[in-house]
T-cell receptor, first 110, second 115 residues
Framework: QKEVEQNSGPLSVPEGAIASLNCTYSDRGSQSFFWYRQYSGKSPELIMFIYSNGDKEDGRFTAQLNKASQYVSLLIRDSQPSDSATYLCAVTGTASKLTFGTGTRLQVTL | KAGVTQTPRYLIKTRGQQVTLSCSPISGHRSVSWYQQTPGQGLQFLFEYFSETQRNKGNFPGRFSGRQFSNSRSEMNVSTLELGDSALYLC??????????????FGSGTQLSVL
């Protein structure tokens, strides 16, 4: 079992729709959770982080964390073509090491 | 505030050679982490340095090594290059470290091609 798992996609959503990106992790003691966005040919950039169970909203982005289910998700409302990128889930586990998932490629279609 | 700077941007080497990559973190950041990114494996953690000490290490062979200087700049070295080492090598900095639940700031990466 991979430490951090994501569906590789591509996830295709129409412009203006909600994109839902999911991530599961295996280390039950994980404490910090991050979403990075990576455009093709570019380096990852942080878009959201969450430490506590529940929802955290920032503009069009909402991160959701459920530690009991070991599940973290990212919702993107009113998706735009500029949101088309690979989204990487990253988790800090009990070994104090940040582990990335392989990413989900999102395509927002016109 | 300047971002994370990685040099060189591109490198082409042949099998058996060695290579050194450089990373200058954001001013005031004392932690530098290195990652290897390939299409099939995603971002794989190599190692993390904080105040000139290696604090954490991933599952890579001993051919991969690194160090950090007193000004927080870091170098990564790969000896006896193999074809499978072809990848994008990313450096990321943070104030106290990725293991502390901190946000990472990535450099543009060094694209290494091994022929």
């Amino acid at each position: 079992q991979k430490e951090v798992e994501q569906n590789s996609g591509p996830l295709s959503v129409p412009e203006g729709a909600i994109a839902s990106l999911n991530c599961t992790y295996s280390d039950r003691g994980s404490q910090s959770f991050f979403w990075y966005r990576q455009y093709s040919g570019k380096s990852p950039e942080l878009i959201m982080f969450i430490y506590s169970n529940g929802d955290k909203e920032d503009g069009r982005f909402t991160a959701q964390l459920n530690k009991a289910s070991q599940y973290v998700s990212l919702l993107i409302r009113d998706s735009q073509p500029s949101d088309s990128a690979t989204y990487l889930c990253a988790v800090t586990g009990t070994a104090s090491k940040l582990t990335f998932g392989t990413g989900t490629r999102l395509q927002v279609t016109l | 505030k300047a971002g994370v700077t990685q040099t060189p941007r591109y490198l082409i080497k042949t099998r058996g050679q060695q290579v050194t990559l450089s990373c200058s973190p954001i001013s005031g950041h004392r932690s530098v982490s290195w990652y290897q990114q390939t299409p099939g494996q995603g971002l794989q953690f190599l190692f993390e340095y904080f105040s000139e000490t290696q604090r954490n290490k991933g599952n890579f062979p001993g051919r991969f090594s690194g160090r950090q200087f007193s000004n927080s700049r870091s170098e990564m070295n790969v000896s006896t290059l193999e074809l499978g080492d072809s990848a994008l090598y990313l450096c990321a900095s943070s104030i106290t470290g990725s293991g502390m639940g901190e946000k990472l700031f990535f450099g543009s990466g060094t694209q290494l091609s091994v022929l």
